[in-house]
């Protein structure tokens, strides 16, 4: 038969743990036993399994696990999660799928405790097989009558099952009907006896029956699989007995089977000899012993039984043949296992197709060989012998090996953590609960804990790369201080070696076989283990080729040079070749700039190769090359060898088959994942071996062929390229969303309780840090394309990667440079950029990477590279047409540009994407320096500008925008412009910059956002604009901007909160837009602005405006007009600041609104109440309010400071004396008052308010006390401007001493100016004589007037009758 070879993957890394789907049972008060816990045998690695396949669902691998509380069904032919289901008990083997008229799928179970169920799994078309989380009763449940059970089950069909009792009996169970959803099955019970009753009274004697005690115990049960109507059942004891069974009969048949092989002669054809009497029993553990099956040529059925023995020195047993024919066994054949079976354990065996598959367990490794049965003792001496079939060697984590890995470059623990995360060594369960155990381990030992066992990692590797070695310390020498360094990394090393350890311990039990079986025809003959699942595949040459050097068997001649090669590479020890190993990689890293021979001999020289190879080792060696020959025509079959495929493998496949083919499961792909990591590496020693010879016959290179050289480097490099791609891991995906949900409760009479927590410990067992993992090859399997059945889907990924097809190290071809695209497209950025580093720098090569590099973020270095590339392309591009074809595969559309300004802008499409403006806008700028004549390069310029603008760099993006020949992009991007320098502060350089041709739009984009954005928020477009304006001269548009400013900012004052804050912008706004209206001419000296609808809180009142213009006395875009003067703006600016004091004063008027609208006159009146004298002045005169109450009130202040000042002094409202002028003054308090109330009716007080403010302070003193004079400066202010008012406010307050007083200076006045000037008109000498009559009048009424005031009254009559003499005088005269 065709060599073979068992190719695996790890269950862990395909598929994700799901919670388990609790199941119960109707019995009460079961115990709850306890579950296995061995630290070698994590929960998840199976104790049972079996394969399953039928057309409609494919390969379905059945599993218990936990100890066998867990059921787990997975599906090999599509990529669904796993059914898991927790049972209360242990299950009994075996457990059995079955199809029930291709609508269902049914597993029948029995556990320990006398249970069967039957899980109903429906199958729909076009649906998932199974969802695991669907609301759903899954099982049905029977409790057996024959109570708790330890037997085998088989299941025979849907209806009939069968379980082994102690003594050889069966229980037979048909079901009479199913159940459903909502009943559970009927079954009936019926027990059968393997002899009859006086035979069993019989062996109640032992001088009647000598068979040792357990003799008849079945350990082997097996039916005729399904589909078929042979209702039998065949058994095999203890004591060797086989038997067969029917339904109705019972035991119709026995036959005794020896211990030992009796020869290949054909037995005596008696039907039911006596049975035999072995003195040694089988094992009492269930084994699989007995295969039923229906060969092509018959119709009748044929059991193949196996008797192990295990003490023989020539096989691990033999098998025996018979044909069952009615109620009758008859033997055809017996023959042996095969040679390589000696020590080993038979775990299962089937025939299929006429041909026998056995796997056995070697020493906990899974061997399979196969042979063609034979029918009768004639077939079986023409008949071939057995095939054997293993796993290919690959190299173990035992000390020596890592012994080696300490030789390489690196730091231990990075070497140790290398190996062990290395895809395909360990699966992701081993590594997760060797980290746990470990952990654990270290948690054990006396706090304090490392902070390292203290912290939760996100990945597995994580976890591992921080823990282990974390307790191992650095100490010192008690008695030097000095650091034991070579103490401490003995101890790291021991416990790295000692974390290995337990990985291989635990690893080696996930690898021990279980069963063996057909999958779906892409499968193949499927191998079944605790924790993997393998499929027999053809052995390709180089891992037959690498199998029989490793094991030295004898090889045809064509290979001598092989062998010699071997026999050098293993004599050179592990030493010497990792330091060859490392040299070679540096070559085929360098660019050639010699000969390979120069450089071969450089190598030798360098390294003492010679020195390192014995005499003795060198002279075999030079004799087995002349024993060769041709020796250059040898190194090209080994090349070939290395680097060839099937003859099915095909270069190029059609569209068609592309497209018709299915998808391949994830499982396939781990399978073509781990051949093609296995063929790789036996390629590797290959090559590695042929390299070394060119280093052993380093002086005789320069006359070999020179293209043959860089052939075998170039070679070496694919095949180097390739192992470093297997090793990567791919990185642990995300976990199914299922790992997250709890399993749906099912029926039965369980406690809530303890059914979670059977969840939580089933659950809890893969932690929650455990998800699949896969190598990098499974990847790019995917990616490349999956064909069905092996070797042929590997060996078509490694011919499509191109690595073993190129000729010259000089050159990267177009399979090449894909490949390293293809890694950067899938994120594994590291080792795409290892791998380019072997490859020469051509332009796909220098492509790739630097679209690494921008991948990576090193812009730098991208760009100038794809500086350097663009010489490639355009009529003056000098690329050869390998580099052509090279190149393009990896560009948009697989085709090169036609100019370098289409690749231009490819670059910088690349450059956008990756968000780096700086180097789009670089390449967009290459891009229209190279721009054909005439095309539309709008979308570029404005890229430029924006990009530019994006970057800060505004003087170019300036310079851009007015080089630009497309207007409307001027218009465009000058907003654009205005609004980035404007938000980045860079008013400054705004302002700096001409915008010549462009001042419209600069001020039409300033004004859009002064008018609508938040005037509090930054930028301040109003302030930006009023620059704008200023530094051109444009004072009117300057003030109207902050006029508007001031407007916006009143409409904001709705908070009171806020007033303070706007409204010092507010005045801020007004004043600076007044500075910039002063600026104008003074006729000119105003601004307009558009109506809007008035509001409660105008500062003014607007002019009336006329609304009945007819229509056609005005343009129809043309609004109404608000015309605001110089004056306007400072009397709005002294309303605001009134209001503002006074806020400040009483804050309590703000949240009512008060503040915000009481009009001129209250406030001057609140800020004079509030003692703020001088800001009540100065806001009464610029709003033109009138001030009688403020002096009255302040009149009011200087008489209280008079007649006490002390009191007055300590209260709050005399602060308006402490001001830094009045308490310069000398005086007292009222002294200062007064002088203050004298200079501020001074400054407001005149003739142009006919002296009211004076005169309201004289009647405010001579209302608030008459015995007190007024001061003497107020009464000579009225006594020389209004002498009438003084004397009849003397009257109305009853002063008549006064009065006469102020009369009688007014009528000496009156004569004096008559003396000095001689009167020229008739008014010169009037004087009020009606008011001087009522003095008089008042006077001669007074009966109590003083002496002085008689005294007055006579100076008066005398004073008017010489006055009324000299008027009488300056009559005739003027006439």
């Not at 070579?486 to 790291?492: I, Q, V």
């Not at 796909?844 to 100038?864: F, P, Q």
């Not at 509001?1095 to 405006?1105: F, Q, W, Y």
Request: charged letters at 20%.
């Amino acid at each position: 038969m065709e060599p073979s070879v068992l190719v695996a993957s790890q269950l862990s890394a395909l598929f994700p743990a799901t919670p388990p789907i609790a199941v119960h049972s109707t019995q009460k008060d079961l115990p709850n036993p306890p579950r296995r816990n061995e630290p070698g045998h994590p929960p998840e690695h199976a104790s049972f399994s079996s394969v399953f396949r039928s057309h409609l669902t494919g390969t379905i691998l059945l599993r218990v696990t936990n100890g066998g509380f867990v059921l787990e069904l997975l599906s090999l032919s599509s990529d669904i999660p796993p059914l898991r289901f927790d049972f209360p008990a242990p299950i009994l083997p075996s457990p059995s799928i079955v199809l029930w008229e291709s609508e269902e799928l049914h597993v029948l179970l029995a556990t320990r405790f006398g249970s069967l169920y039957r899980i109903v799994i429906p199958i729909r078309d076009g649906a998932p097989l199974w969802t695991p989380l669907s609301n759903r009763r899954w099982y049905r449940e029977h409790v057996l009558q024959a109570g708790w059970v330890d037997g085998l089950v088989q299941v025979q069909s849907t209806h009939c099952v069968l379980i082994s009792l102690p003594g050889g009996s069966l229980l037979r169970l048909e079901a009479d009907a199913l159940g459903s959803d909502t009943q559970d099955d009927v079954w009936r019970e019926t027990r059968l006896d393997a002899r009859s009753f006086l035979h069993s009274i019989a062996s109640l004697l032992p001088a009647l029956h000598s068979a040792p005690s357990g003799g008849s115990d079945i350990v082997s049960l097996s039916t005729h699989p399904q589909p078929t109507d042979i209702g039998n059942v065949w058994t095999l004891s203890r004591d060797r007995h086989l038997r067969m069974w029917t339904a109705r009969g019972g035991c119709v048949a026995e036959y005794a089977l020896p211990s030992t092989a009796p020869g290949r002669s054909v037995p005596a054809r008696n039907p039911s000899p006596s049975p035999a009497n072995p003195s040694v029993l089988l094992p009492l553990e269930p084994q699989r012993l007995i295969c039923v099956f229906t060969p092509e040529h018959s119709d009748d059925p044929h059991v193949l039984a196996f008797i192990p023995t295990e003490g023989s020195l020539s096989s691990g047993g033999f098998f025996q043949l018979f044909v069952a024919n009615g109620d009758v066994l008859k033997p055809l054949t017996v023959f042996e296992a095969s040679e390589t079976s000696v020590r080993c354990h038979l775990q299962d065996f089937t025939v299929l197709d006429d041909t026998l598959y056995t796997l056995w367990d070697k020493q906990g490794q899974s061997m399979v060989e196969v042979r063609v049965l034979a029918w009768d003792a004639s077939e079986e001496q023409t008949m071939g012998g057995w095939s054997s079939a293993t796993y290919a060697l690959e190299a173990e984590l035992t000390p020596a090996y890592l012994d080696e890995l300490l030789l390489l470059p690196g730091s231990m623990a990075d070497k140790f953590f290398e190996a062990i995360m290395r895809s395909g060594v360990f699966s992701p369960l081993t590594l997760q609960t060797a980290i746990t155990q470990y952990t654990d381990t270290c948690r054990s030992l006396p706090p304090p804990y490392p902070p390292q066992l203290l912290v939760s990692y996100a990945t597995v590797g994580e976890q591992i790369a921080s823990v282990v070695g974390c307790t191992v310390q650095r100490t010192k020498d008690p008695k030097t201080g000095a650091y034991l360094d070579e103490n401490y990394w003995n101890a790291l090393k021991r416990d790295w070696e000692g974390f290995i350890a337990r990985c291989r311990e635990i690893e080696r039990n996930g690898r021990w076989p279980l069963a063996i079986g057909r999958g779906n025809p892409d499968d193949g003959i499927i191998i079944v283990e605790r924790e993997r699942v393998a499929s027999l595949a053809g052995e390709d040459l180089p891992l037959r080729l690498h199998r029989q050097l490793s094991s030295s068997e004898d090889m045809d001649s064509q290979f001598a040079l092989l062998e010699v090669l071997w026999t050098m590479r293993t004599r050179l020890g592990p030493r010497l070749m990792l330091s060859l190993e490392g040299r070679l990689n540096e070559v085929v890293h360098q660019e050639i700039a010699f000969s390979y021979a120069d450089i071969i001999q450089d190598q030798v020289r360098v390294s003492s190769f010679r020195e390192e190879v014995d005499e003795g080792l060198e002279s075999w060696i030079l004799g087995r090359l002349q024993g060769i020959g041709k020796i250059q025509e040898a190194a090209r079959f080994v090349l070939d060898i290395i680097g060839g495929f099937d003859k099915e493998v095909k270069r190029e496949e059609e569209d068609a088959e592309l497209l018709s083919r299915p998808i391949s499961p994830d499982w396939l792909r781990a399978l073509t994942t781990s051949y093609v990591s296995i063929s790789i590496h036996a390629r590797y020693d290959i090559a590695l071996a042929l390299v070394t010879l060119l280093f052993f016959l380093a002086d005789d290179l320069h006359e070999w062929d020179q293209g043959l050289l860089a052939e075998v480097f170039v070679v070496f490099r694919g095949i180097a390229m390739l192992r470093y791609v297997a090793r990567q891991p791919a990185g642990e995906n995300a976990a199914s969303a299922a790992q997250g949900q709890t399993g749906a409760p099912g029926p039965g009479g369980d406690d809530e309780v303890v059914a979670q927590l059977r969840n939580m410990h089933v659950s809890a067992s893969r932690g929650a840090k455990f998800h699949p993992a896969h190598p990098l090859v499974h990847r790019l399997v995917r990616v490349y394309g999956h064909s069905q059945g092996l070797p042929i889907s590997a060996h078509r990924f490694l011919d499509a990667t191109g690595l073993l097809q190129s000729l010259s190290p000089a050159h990267a071809t177009r399979l090449e440079v894909l490949f390293c695209e293809r890694l950067r497209v899938l994120g594994y950025r590291e080792v795409a950029r290892e791998v380019l580093a072997w490859l020469p720098r051509t332009p796909g090569v220098t492509y790739v990477l630097a679209r690494l590099w921008i991948d990576e973020g090193r812009y730098d270095d991208a760009t100038s590279a794809m500086e350097i590339l663009a010489g490639s392309f355009g009529s003056h591009s000098a690329l050869s047409y390998d580099d052509q074809e090279a190149l393009a595969v990896v560009l948009p559309g697989e085709k090169l540009f036609a100019t370098q300004f289409d690749f231009y802008l490819h670059v910088a499409d690349l450059f956008k994407a990756a968000q780096t403006t700086y180097h789009d806008v670089f390449f967009t700028q290459l891009a229209l320096s190279v721009a054909p004549p005439g095309l539309d390069t709008l979308a570029l310029w404005h890229g430029i500008v924006k990009g530019l603008t994006d970057l800060g760099q505004y003087e170019d993006a300036y310079t851009a925008l007015v080089s630009s020949p497309y207007e409307r992009l001027k218009r465009e991007c000058t907003s654009q412009l205005l609004y980035r320098m404007c938000e980045e502060n860079a008013v400054d350089r705004l302002m700096a910059l001409n915008f010549a041709g462009l001042a419209e739009e600069v001020e039409d984009a300033l004004a859009f956002k002064a008018r609508n954005a938040d005037p509090r928020i930054r930028p301040f477009y109003s302030r930006i604009l009023y620059t704008w304006y200023v530094s051109r001269g444009d004072y009117r548009s300057a003030a109207l901007t902050m006029y508007q400013r001031a407007r916006k900012l009143a409409a904001l004052m709705g908070d009171p909160a806020a007033f303070a804050e706007l409204a010092e912008l507010q005045l801020e706004a007004y004043v600076v837009a007044m500075n910039a209206l002063a600026l104008v001419d003074s006729k000119n000296q105003w601004i307009t602005l558009p109506i809007i609808g008035e509001t409660g809180h105008e500062p003014r009142k607007r002019r009336r405006l006329s609304r009945h213009i007819p229509e056609s006395k005005y343009a129809l875009d043309k609004r109404d007009a608000e015309l605001v003067e110089l004056k306007d703006m400072q009397y709005e600016y002294a309303l605001l600041a009134a209001r503002v004091e006074l806020a400040r004063r009483d804050p309590t008027l703000l949240p009512s609104g008060v503040g915000l609208a009481l009009p001129p006159p209250s406030i001057v009146l609140r800020l004079a109440q509030a003692s703020r004298f001088n800001t009540a002045m100065a806001a009464a005169r610029s709003l033109d309010v009138d001030m009688s109450d403020l002096f009255g009130h302040l009149t009011s202040r200087c008489l209280r400071l008079s007649r006490n000042s002390d009191s007055v002094m300590s209260e709050d409202t005399s602060d308006w004396l402490l001001t830094d002028k009045i308490s310069s003054w000398p005086g007292t308090p009222a002294e200062k008052g007064w002088r203050y109330l004298r200079q501020s009716l001074e400054r407001h007080d005149g003739s142009q308010t006919d002296y009211r403010y004076t005169k309201v302070a004289f009647e405010t003193i001579m209302a608030f006390d008459r015995a007190s004079p007024p001061p003497p400066w107020l009464v000579h202010t009225l006594e020389e401007h209004h002498p009438e008012y003084l004397i009849r406010t003397c009257l109305r307050f009853e002063m008549l001493e006064c009065a006469l007083d102020h009369t009688l200076g007014m009528m000496r006045r009156s004569d004096a100016r008559l003396t000095d000037d001689l009167p020229k008109t008739a008014a010169a000498t009037w004087l009020p004589y009606t008011l001087i009559d009522q003095v008089l009048v008042a006077a001669d009424a007074q009966s109590d007037l003083s002496p002085r005031g008689g005294g007055l009254l006579a100076d008066l009559r005398t004073e008017i009758a010489s006055r009324m003499k000299r008027v009488q005088k300056f009559s005739p005269a003027a006439a």
